[in-house]
């Protein structure tokens, strides 16, 4: 069964980064391409980050040029660099592996961002 498992969340001010990380177990890391998803209260989850099996990567507009993801295959991780982060970044944040038809989540991790 595939396992995805975040860290990284917390607290922090308006203004300071954050990265999170994603860990997959039991998949082929590689042929998956990978997502950052947020959901704030109230709110749709929505599409933050995404990087294909070819390191191709697309960015919400509310997070471009502040957000950056990342994968390492042979540590079979992805992660999102938070710069310059504000309040309305505060959200859930869920890792997402895609192959095909198989769509597999993480618990999510609480970013908090104070103003």
């Known amino acids: 069964q595939v396992q995805l498992v975040e860290s990284g969340g917390g607290l922090v001010q308006a203004g300071e980064s954050m990265r999170l990380s994603c860990a997959g177990s039991e998949m082929i890391f590689s042929s998956f391409n990978m997502g950052w998803y947020r959901q704030a209260p109230g709110k749709q989850r929505e599409l933050v980050a995404h990087?294909?099996?070819?390191?191709?990567?697309k960015y919400a507009k509310s997070v471009e040029g502040r957000f950056s993801i990342s994968r390492d295959n042979a540590k079979n991780t992805v992660d999102l660099q938070m710069n310059s982060l504000k309040p309305d970044d505060t959200a859930v944040y869920y890792c997402n592996a895609q192959r095909r038809l198989m769509d597999y989540w993480g618990q999510g991790t609480q970013v908090t961002v104070s103003s």
């Open positions: 990087i294909t099996t070819g390191y191709e990567t």
